[in-house]
């Protein structure tokens, strides 16, 4: 069963005078277990509002199409049930949540979703265990575990600190929404080497980036361009390469 | 912790929304409806006062009828009828008293189990020291023997009268006079009990000292007297924490706590008050006008207020600080939740008389639904107080679009030498933050509650540990319903 199947999705995004303004146009796309997907386009293709409306974020209606998430229709789900059952969204820009401990943080989130499925809260000794090897794996300091949430993080410690997320709340599908956005290249690669971590055959990846260079690093099963909300082309990871060399006028042409 | 859990269950049964909302079935004596100086006289013959005190209580109550009611403050609620009100009730078994836990009454432990005290768990496990005030009257009081071998006394103020009347004829109403305002002195004319503490010369309190209070009768205002005195270079650290049961009555609420350092002396007073807030549209909840005040009488003594306010319809409550002596430190710590139809209007007073006094303010007022809350501080710095320090940081939260939050400090500094320093921010829970939260499986409403509990942190650890972990719970239920 594919763990991920967008069939003909529509949807609208309400611009400043409360008008439904269209951005998504049709997009169809399967992301069976264990696969990488890699969405890219250029500015205001609807890439973001992609991984929004898979997370189910307020401001966002769908007008159109199907989304069924591992045989259950997502679109029916509210963005925290989607989040329990395995859709785990790396933000572009991560949200400070001042006073808040980054561990107290992931702590609640872990509680939320064992408590969903009827499981005793995690036991406190556990929960520092599993929290210090993930954050030694992926570089970060212990002293920013006691942090608040994203407060005075730089951007690499943003991202990595999304990655940290994911790593602790062990989704099974990954929206990853432009997370190669404010790195330089070594913060890149440390990012990018936790998100290859998680790459297991169960689980499922849609990486959605601007630029080739994070898939030197992320590699893609498969790679969709995105232009004026519909998917216009899909190849393997070569076409990113392409892409990287032609730019995406091609695209934005055919699409205008 | 079962027994813990069982209680939680046990309330969620009893009660509809509001958590602790029960009423429990006491027969109790009560002092005939109204207000006269006969009503004095009856409650001071209940407790059997000596002249001294009922003289006191008449004298006050004679003033208070020449007060007009305060209304300055920013909340608006219907006249009270001070003559359609008891002033006393206490439970029958009040003559012959209970000398220990076994002989009280069992439908009043229930009572105190039903709101997570249970007694004797407490003693055993805890180390905690009850003053359990029930209706008014003191029915039970625990480490008591403890605590008096060490010269602690920490008793009933009704019991304080008899045992340490020149302690009470000293102390009471030297902090907050007879003639103070108009709820004060109403408070003065016919307080029913509270706590009496007196720490001596050079201790340190091992001891958290706790008192729940409870209003459990119908149209009964509830008028506690505290009075707290830290003797020269000694500690004290004392909790008051409180439920009420659902009523569909406003009632009236008027304490007054008065707290006093000697030299080198320090008193932490750490309130959560969770009274009946009234249904949402604020119908029947309580009116909640208190009076505090500490005098650090003597040289670097310290008086640190920290309160957790999340219940009562209306609330007007001023914890404030009088730094007499050279060096004394005053703190005020303050979250305070309105929700739905109530309405808040609190802060503090720091009033610095000495050399190089500090005082800190930090207040952190959270408004939700359709509530309103003021924060209004006073920094007085008086010609004397050379080199006197305040700082003051005021944050406002503000959840949904319909609720208001004000803030209005007032600085007066007298001495040239003295600073004042006044921040204020007015945020919102915002849509991305709350998306964030969701984004990673937290509900709305834990959402919501961790928000605001990383708001409001820098004052809820200033708490002892117990009651931290209580008020961050309490933070989260009162804001239960606030979004969505």
């Known amino acids: 069963m594919a763990l991920l199947e967008i069939k003909d999705l529509h949807a609208t995004v309400e611009d400043d005078d409360g008008n439904p303004k269209p951005i998504l146009k049709g997009i169809s796309l399967t992301i069976n277990p264990g696969e990488i997907h890699a969405v890219m386009g250029p500015n205001g293709a609807g890439k973001s509002t992609l991984s929004n409306v898979i997370s189910g974020r307020p401001g966002y209606t769908v007008t159109g199409g199907t989304v069924t998430y591992d045989g259950q229709d997502l679109l029916e789900m509210e963005a925290d049930e989607r989040a329990r059952a395995g859709i785990f969204l790396a933000f572009q820009y991560p949200v400070e949540i001042p006073g808040v401990a980054t561990g107290t943080f992931l702590k609640t989130a872990i509680n939320a979703r064992r408590k969903a499925n009827g499981e005793p809260e995690i036991e406190a000794v556990d929960f520092l265990k599993m929290m210090k090897a993930n954050a030694k794996k992926l570089g970060v300091a212990d002293s920013m575990l006691k942090r608040p949430v994203n407060v005075g993080f730089s951007g690499g410690e943003k991202k990595r600190a999304e990655v940290l997320q994911m790593a602790m709340l062990e989704p099974r599908l990954c929206v990853l929404d432009e997370t190669d956005s404010g790195l330089d290249i070594d913060a890149l690669r440390v990012v990018a080497d936790g998100v290859n971590a998680l790459r297991t055959p169960e689980r499922g990846m849609l990486v959605i980036t601007h630029y080739q260079r994070l898939l030197d690093y992320i590699v893609p099963d498969v790679v969709h361009v995105l232009a004026d909300g519909r998917i216009v082309k899909s190849g393997d990871k070569s076409l990113a390469l392409e892409l990287e060399a032609k730019g995406y006028a091609e695209f934005t042409g055919a699409a205008a | ?484």
Not at chain 2, 228 to 257: F, K, M, W
């Open chain 2, 1 to 484: 912790m079962a027994a813990t859990q069982d209680t939680i269950d046990r309330i969620a049964e009893a009660s509809g929304t509001y958590k602790y909302g029960f009423v429990t079935d006491i027969e109790s004596d009560k002092a005939p409806k109204g207000l006269n100086e006969d009503t004095i006289r009856f409650i001071s013959a209940k407790k059997d006062e000596p002249a001294w005190m009922l003289d006191w209580r008449l004298k006050a109550y004679r003033h208070w009828l020449t007060m007009k009611e305060p209304d300055w403050q920013k909340v608006g609620y219907p006249p009270i009828d001070y003559q359609d009100a008891y002033y006393y009730a206490a439970p029958k078994s009040k003559d012959d008293a209970p000398k220990s836990l076994d002989e009280v009454d069992p439908e009043l432990l229930r009572t105190y189990e039903k709101l997570g005290i249970p007694l004797k768990e407490q003693e055993m496990l805890a180390g905690v020291a009850v003053d359990a005030v029930f209706d008014s009257v003191s029915v039970a009081t625990t480490y008591k023997k403890k605590l008096e071998e060490m010269g602690v006394i920490f008793c009933p103020i009704s019991e304080a009268v008899h045992r340490f009347p020149e302690l009470v004829q000293k102390y009471l109403g030297s902090v907050v006079p007879y003639s103070d305002n108009f709820f004060a002195t109403l408070n003065c004319a016919v307080f029913t009990d509270g706590s009496f503490v007196y720490v001596p010369k050079g201790l340190r309190c091992p001891m958290e000292l706790s008192t729940y209070f409870r209003i459990n009768e119908q149209n009964t205002g509830q008028f506690e007297r505290t009075l707290i005195i830290a003797d020269e270079g000694s500690y004290v650290s004392y909790l008051e924490g409180c439920t009420a049961p659902q009523r569909d009555d406003n009632q009236l609420h008027a304490a007054v706590v008065e707290l006093i350092t000697m030299d080198d002396a320090e008193i932490k007073y750490s309130t959560v008050q969770n009274w009946y807030p009234g249904d949402s549209e604020g119908k029947g909840g309580i009116y909640n006008f208190v009076t505090k005040r500490g005098a650090c009488r003597g040289k670097n003594s310290k008086i640190s207020w920290t309160q957790v306010e999340t219940g009562s319809a209306v609330t007007w409550k001023y914890p404030s600080c009088i730094l007499q002596g050279d060096n004394s430190v005053g703190e005020f710590y303050s979250v305070a939740i309105t929700n739905n139809a109530q309405q808040a209007d609190t802060g503090t007073k720091m009033i610095h008389i000495g050399k190089n006094t500090r005082s800190r303010i930090i207040s952190k007022g959270i408004s939700a639904g359709r509530a309103d809350q003021t924060y209004r501080g006073l920094v007085r710095m008086l010609p004397k107080a050379e080199g006197a320090r305040n700082h003051t940081q005021c944050d406002s939260l503000l959840i949904g679009d319909q609720c208001g939050a004000h803030t209005v400090p007032y600085i007066e500094s007298r001495n040239p030498t003295a600073q004042v320093e006044h921040e204020a921010t007015t945020s919102r829970i915002s849509d991305d933050q709350l998306f964030y939260c969701l984004q990673r499986g937290i509900p709305e409403e834990d959402a919501v509650a961790l928000i605001v509990n990383g708001f409001c942190k820098e004052v809820l650890q200033t708490l002892p540990m117990e009651f931290a972990v209580e008020a961050q719970k309490l933070v989260g239920i009162s804001l239960e319903g606030s979004v969505g």
